[in-house]
């Protein structure tokens, strides 16, 4: 086999692999990341609507519901289908981990209200205690996983599209590093071959007939080193961090009252100086990491201002 052929199937393979590796099973996984994430920042109100807009599309439609505006908070609601009545109880925020209690209590409210079934849903995870406890009712268990993908298509375009950019984003950063170590592997594989294998007959020159002395042979090729790549996904840890330098930044400066991550996406600013005056120094902080360099920005008026709210972005992806 030749040298090149054998360097240029190995980076082929391997590209290509990781490649499909990360479009189609990283990247839905990563957007469902971010996805629950942004789900955490919502309101109370706002994650129920969606779960019930979610009941509605398999049929289940809340009974009786209560005027908006005078609903107080809850977290249980009575869902109908023709002659079946079913409650669904929301457990809402990404730290929630559901174990037998809160199935063993669904289960108890089921019974007391003569319904047919029940639905428990959160952005957190259900533990093996509460899946066991749920096995022999008749109660569904939404966690994360299997929560986005009914909630996906509800959610407001705009935070979707933001996203699918992040997660796409992340996809193509880590596409180019995998190819950049595929380029490595191939060299490496040709290195491997050609220490291995001497060159043959048909690669070497045949000698003159009256020549006497034998060529010398001519060294293998270097070895070719991918460039490494220079940008790294933080950790949680880390973005928890860097999110927080940031507003310590911006809380020393003049003309910003108060900035507050409403999503790990999000940045809302309350300014009493003008726009222009304070963007150059949030795009300054935040550029500073580049996990945090497209944040979506939300600046609010000053106090008393007819001005609206802006959305603005110091990067894009």
């Known amino acids: 086999m030749s040298l090149w052929l054998l360097g240029l199937a190995v980076t082929l393979v391997s590209g290509i692999a990781a490649t499909a590796y990360l479009w189609l099973v990283r990247r839905p ?19 129920s609507k969606l779960v019930l807009a979610a009941m509605a599309g398999r049929g289940l439609v809340e009974a009786s519901p209560e005027p908006q505006e005078s609903r107080e908070p809850q977290s249980t609601f009575l869902l109908q289908r023709g002659d079946e009545r079913w409650l669904l109880s929301c457990k809402h925020g990404s730290a929630y981990r559901i174990a037998a209690a809160p199935v063993h209590e669904l289960a108890a409210s089921i019974r007391l209200g003569a ?9 957190g995870k259900v533990e093996k205690e509460g899946r066991d406890a749920a096995q022999g009712t008749n109660i569904e268990l ?11 298509h509800l959610i407001e375009p705009a935070l979707r ?3 699918d950019q992040y997660a796409s984003g992340r996809a193509k950063r880590h596409t180019g590093i995998s190819w950049l170590g595929a380029v490595a592997l191939g060299a490496l594989a040709m290195a491997a071959w050609s220490s291995g294998h001497p060159a043959s007959m048909d690669d070497v020159p045949a000698a003159s007939p009256p020549a006497s002395s034998a060529r010398p042979s001519t060294p293998p ?5 991918a460039p490494q790549a ?50 150059p120094w949030i795009c300054l902080e935040l550029e500073r990491y ?28």
């Open 115 to 123: 319904a047919q079934g029940g639905i428990l849903a959160t952005e």
């Open 290 to 317: 580049p996990a945090l360099r497209a944040t979506r920005v939300q600046l609010n008026p000053p106090p008393g201002s007819s001005e609206p709210v802006r959305w603005r972005q110091c990067k894009t992806m």
């Open 221 to 225: 090729p270097p070895t070719v080193t």
């Open 142 to 152: 939404l966690d994360g996983p299997r929560l986005w993908p009914q909630v996906r």
């Open 161 to 163: 599209e933001q996203i």
């Open 29 to 47: 996984r990563d957007e469902m990341t971010y996805g629950l994430h942004a789900l955490s920042g919502l309101r109370w109100r706002e994650f």
């Open 230 to 279: 220079t940008f790294r996904e933080p950790t949680e840890e880390e973005l928890e961090v860097q999110m927080r330098d940031v507003l310590k930044a911006l809380s020393k400066t003049p003309g910003i009252t108060r900035g507050v991550w409403q999503t790990k996406l999000t940045l809302s600013i309350d300014r009493v100086a003008s726009e222009k005056d304070i963007w």
